[in-house]
């Protein structure tokens, strides 16, 4: 372990410039403009696995965007890891509020992270997390240290749903066999906790659109007599909430597994700054479900937020219209029990009953995806637990995470294995938004961490 | 008048080759990569009034765009006509919603217009009307049957709020005195219908912004703890107006002036055909104030619509951020005796007190204008009416229109002269919309009735 360690060390520089090769690589896979770049990420990610020392190194063609797959099998009776992440980004926009090129990435001094941090879209979410795997197995491989087998599958559809890697899992069981998922795609719940994520949120995504008349109107001639989508879509968007915050939908919360009054004891225990937080984001106040911290409300509640909505005119200056149509694109982000298409059959039903019948609503779903609490207890737990307590030198916390990554309960569907949530970012990365960026801390414990993983797992 | 009458019957051709040469230049004022195009047009108004042999041709330079004026006095002793009309258009998106280019004019047929319309952006609104009163003056100019004095006034900034064009009247009051202002730049209530627009609805118009936090936020670590800017907004918006329809602005309608029985009785006999006017716009209700019919609605009842709405993720696909801030542009029609700036200071000062305190607001008007009912005696509404009646054959009719033309309240107080507004377009015209189009009918009926108009005020 010296050996690996020591080489990690030396090589930390060459490490950082070839995670800088990636994220110069634009592999936002909503957007169809940037198909190659996707296809070019996949490609270098098979060229890092190749250097690295893996064996049958393969992009596997899928409906969709490629998984690059690749293996260090050193003795089939050792257990197997098997390593997950996705080397596509969310698009980088709006890109005039970005401090530096989203695809050009520098190295930045900030606040809570005065040695540096990596600018750049997908710095942290979630190049600069599998990258860190790519270069641990290296070290291990480098110095005949790795203790069992690994598998790395790493996607290019996490943004926008995951939808080929369920028939990929499913008509590769045999190839992609192991005995825990090692994912680092969450954070820690501060920069000097060692924390593993337990709980992730499902997620529900519909976009709905309202229809007044087939033509943009003249407000003057038909305002207060015909439709106006726009206002109708906000008192159909502002009946979603009721006035303590709670969502309206009729039967929503039915499957809302409650914690226990212990539960939420434990989780108060996770230290929490309220002016920090205001702060760290810069709001007046924060603003939530009543009756719930905002560690509840951002974890193991449900929520409904509107990501986008537009209508109408919005260019310069004033435009008297009342448009055809006004759209929205709203998600839920789910807890266990909810079922996530239930949950979006549910949202369409009620939508559509809040419209008035002078206007059309279409609801179109996109992708979503289960709720899931992970096992605190287990092998792939344990190993995490110590390999990040023995880096950080202190007691690793578990803790839920707002965020969803739907392939976890897929995972456990297809391949019966659990998943260990050994994130290294922190919520002030910033990931979807402008100026998202990683710790170069982060980024070396994640590389310093990853072989104690390995060296416990393997361990009994 | 036989001979200007002929004259106009024989130039038609020449008269639509000369408007389409106007409709073909974007003088879209709203938008500074125009500017040259709108420049270009006053210029080539001066051209034709110089054609039509009127004098003292002048390109008026204002604080924003010209004004281009134009004059024949024929004796100091006679009565003096002014004639108002806007060489600036909407702008013309959503582009891809036009059948043809908003600047290529083509002549269609549609149901109301089997003899063909004139398909541009301004083609009605008001490239179309003012250009009628250029040719009938040229008609009686041409023939020596100009009975009284002529003067033109014709401006670049209608579509952006007149706003150069108080302070030009205020300097040249005595240059532009008159005995009536002529406008056509409103509708008839039906094709076959003489009627003459005896009411406008004033504007209050407001951009609004809610700020959550500084930046884009993922919604799976910060959904349900931080404000979302636009269910914020949505929920404010929905507050606008009650389950009624009522505006619920502290103050709002305090004053308004409600018609009396007798008045709204006599607005009844207007003809309404609600499916018909249904199917014309495609809506499948009409949607409005309680208690009010949609003529009421639409002309003295005050309304409120939200004319755009942004914000957050609103491309392809499902992005799962909250964003910073979210922007709406929302407009008023008012009625007599509302003052837009009272109402928009009341509006601002209502909307700011329905935030949460987890958010910013941010205000900024744009500019308003005011109600105003026309006279319907009077010598110039006297002359209008024969002439409609003259030419369509049947008795002219006075209404209210929904719309605003702020400056007439101005031209009354500055001027101190009674406006006429004898226009010729229809409701579906659509202007502001795509596929705006104005009647060939209307166009010639126009230019034919004019120096009816002309000569009728001149009697006595």
């Known amino acids: 372990m010296d050996a690996t360690q020591m080489f990690i060390k030396e090589n ?163 190839k992609l066999k192991n005995d825990v998922i090692l994912i680092s795609d969450t954070s820690l719940v501060a920069k000097d906790i060692p924390s593993l994520c337990t709980g992730l949120r499902g997620l529900s995504y519909v976009e709905v659109s309202v229809k007044g008349a087939d033509m943009d109107l003249h407000s003057g001639i038909y305002g207060g007599a015909a439709p106006n989508p726009i206002n109708v879509l906000c008192q159909m968007i502002a009946k979603l909430h009721d006035e303590n915050g709670k969502i309206t939908i009729p039967g929503f919360y039915d499957n809302v597994i409650e914690l226990s009054t212990n539960e939420r004891a434990e989780m108060a225990k996770v230290p929490f700054d309220l002016d920090a937080y205001k702060n760290s984001i810069g709001i007046k106040n924060i603003h939530g479900e009543k009756g719930y911290s905002t560690n509840e409300r951002n974890s193991i509640r449900p929520t409904l937020d509107v990501n986008g909505i537009w209508g109408g005119y919005t260019g310069e200056g004033a435009k008297t219209v009342i448009p055809s149509v006004a759209h929205a694109k709203i998600s839920m982000r789910l807890v266990p029990d909810q079922n996530p298409e239930k949950i979006t059959e549910m949202f369409m039903d009620y939508f559509k ?82 100026n998202e960026n990683y710790g170069l801390f982060n980024f070396y414990k994640g590389i310093e961490t990853i072989p104690y993983f390995f060296e416990y797992f393997a361990q009994d």
């Not at 890092?48 to 992009?59: M, Q, S």
């Not at 992970?374 to 578990?398: C, M, N, R, V, W």
């Open 12 to 174: 930390q520089q060459r490490f950082l410039d070839e995670l800088f090769q990636i994220l110069k690589i634009p592999s936002i896979s909503a957007d169809p403009a940037y198909t190659q770049d996707v296809l070019d990420m996949a490609e270098l990610n098979a060229k890092f696995l190749k250097n690295a020392g893996l064996d049958n190194v393969e992009v596997c063609e899928t409906e969709g965007y490629p998984v690059v797959y690749a293996e260090k099998i050193i003795d089939e009776k050792l257990p197997t890891v098997l390593i997950y992440g996705h080397y596509d980004v969310q698009p980088p926009d709006p890109l005039d509020k970005w401090d530096s090129g989203p695809f050009e990435p520098v190295i930045k001094k900030t606040e809570i992270h005065p040695e540096g941090a990596i600018f750049a879209r997908g710095a942290a979410d979630d190049k600069g997390q599998y990258f860190m795997h790519i270069k641990a197995v290296e070290a291990m491989i480098a110095n005949n240290q790795l203790p069992c087998n690994v598998k790395f599958m790493i996607e290019g559809e996490e943004e926008v749903g995951s939808e080929s890697l369920g028939g990929f899992v499913k008509k590769n069981k045999e």
């Open 353 to 434: 009953s809040l419209a008035p019948d002078s206007v059309e609503v279409s609801c179109k779903p996109h992708h979503g995806g289960l709720p899931y609490v992970l096992p605190s207890d287990g092998k792939g737990y344990e190993a995490a637990k110590k390999a990040l307590s023995h880096t950080f030198g202190k007691e690793t916390i578990p803790f839920r995470s707002g965020g969803s990554i739907p392939i976890v309960a897929l995972f456990e569907q297809e391949l019966g294995s659990k998943s260990v949530l050994m994130g290294f970012g922190l919520d002030s990365d910033v990931i979807h938004s402008p």
